[in-house]
């Protein structure tokens, strides 16, 4: 992750960005687990991710 970077820059321009793009990200934190769906990602406020 680059400086500056938000997790929602991340997520959908590198990762759901990519020529094979992956359907899920789950991310995992010590007190969350985020299930990521590509075509969903639209829809969910920046403060989600």
Do not use: C, H, N, Y
């Not at 590198?14 to 990521?36: G, H, M, N, T, Y």
């Amino acid at each position: 992750m680059l400086e500056g970077e938000t997790w929602e820059e991340l997520i959908s321009e590198r990762i759901f960005a990519q020529e094979i793009p992956p359907r899920w990200v789950l991310a995992v934190s010590r007190d969350q687990l985020l299930l990521i769906d590509r075509q969903k990602l639209g829809g969910l406020p920046a403060a989600a991710l």
